[in-house]
């Protein structure tokens, strides 16, 4: 596999990207159509179980699920011809893939502004995934040293998600989309330390430890929050809080609890760094904002007498949240 900074034949270069565009498309497609069901749901099966068994009884959200994984193979196609700094920029084009889909889909037009914001915002993601990657560091640490961060994601995740039952569905989706990015940042990080066990020391004693049981629950939780982000709101309003959390999140833990070390340093890639964060904050903000805009159909099997406003517009687990393997 070619490493950080080798360059691709041509033609290789070609069958990456394609590979990394497909999954980037399949990813879109798939919580387009996991959105619009999610969309249908009832209003107080938010954040619950219930939520899920509304779901898995839609055969239309399995399919969803399957082109999920479809685009997860593609993925895993891509970065095992190509360098991850490559694949991971293409793979934050799902953003506009589901724009445009959601819109296809809800029959309703994309403003200039909604266009403009989404493209600040996929550069913003590329910028900070090329230039804040972290790599090498730890591949385990012991439980006590992941108690303060686990804290700190807990609480604002919590806090996150109780805020969101307190304001409008625009601020809701947005919030909930926050801190499913947020648990799938952890997971990534968790997931890093499962893949070690399981290739150091087996199934058997990979199974002894604590580190698969608090994947599954972080994992379980993040999916939940998602579908439910997906619930209150549309693509404009959940995906850009729920891309913007999770590499921030996945990066922060890998520089401070597993002692990574960022590919660039130095003031001009601080400066790109701070640049990307803040066009991310600015076009996650803007985007949510906008999203309240449009009234558009009634997705097929919603109760009677929603509000539905900006609700069935399609949304995105984005490249991080799918499964566990991305970003």
């Not at 070619?2 to 041509?10: M, S, Y």
């Not at 385990?140 to 992941?146: I, Y």
Request: proline letters at 6%.
């Amino acid at each position: 596999m070619p490493r950080v900074g080798e360059a691709l034949i041509p033609g290789r270069a070609l069958l990456v990207a394609a590979a990394a565009l497909g999954a980037a498309f399949c990813y879109a497609a798939s919580n387009v159509v996991e959105q619009r069901k999610a969309a249908a749901a009832p209003p107080e099966a938010s954040m619950r179980i219930a939520l899920l068994w509304h779901l898995a009884r839609q055969p239309v959200w399995w399919l969803g699920i399957l082109v999920d994984l479809g685009g997860f193979g593609l993925q895993a196609v891509a970065l095992g011809l190509g360098s991850l700094v490559f694949v991971q920029p293409l793979l934050v084009s799902s953003l506009l893939f589901s724009l445009v889909l959601s819109a296809r889909v809800s029959g309703y037009r994309l403003s200039r502004a909604d266009l403009a914001w989404a493209l600040v915002l996929v550069s913003s993601l590329a910028v900070f995934l090329i230039v804040a990657s972290p790599s090498g560091g730890a591949q385990l640490r012991p439980f006590g040293a992941w108690i303060l961060p686990v804290a700190v994601i807990a609480a604002i995740v919590i806090a996150s998600v109780l805020v969101a039952g307190r304001v409008s569905h625009r601020w809701r989706a947005a919030l909930l989309g926050g801190a499913a990015g947020m648990c799938f940042g952890l997971s990534s990080t968790l997931m890093k330390s499962f893949a070690h066990l399981l290739g150091v020391r087996g199934v058997v004693p990979t199974l002894t430890r604590w580190e698969p049981y608090a994947l599954g629950l972080v994992v379980a939780g993040g999916f939940l929050t998602v579908q439910s982000a997906f619930q209150a709101g549309d693509l404009r309003s959940a995906l850009p809080t729920l891309e913007v959390a999770e590499p921030i999140v996945a990066s922060a833990l890998g520089l401070s609890l597993m002692g990574e070390q960022l590919h660039a340093n130095g003031p001009p890639a601080l400066a790109a760094m701070a640049l990307s964060l803040l066009g991310m904050a600015i076009s996650a903000v803007l985007l949510a904002r906008t999203a309240a805009g449009a009234r558009i159909a009634l997705p097929a099997g919603a109760p009677d007498g929603r509000d539905v406003r900006a609700r069935s517009s399609g949304g995105l687990r984005s490249g991080g949240d799918r499964p566990i393997c991305g970003g």
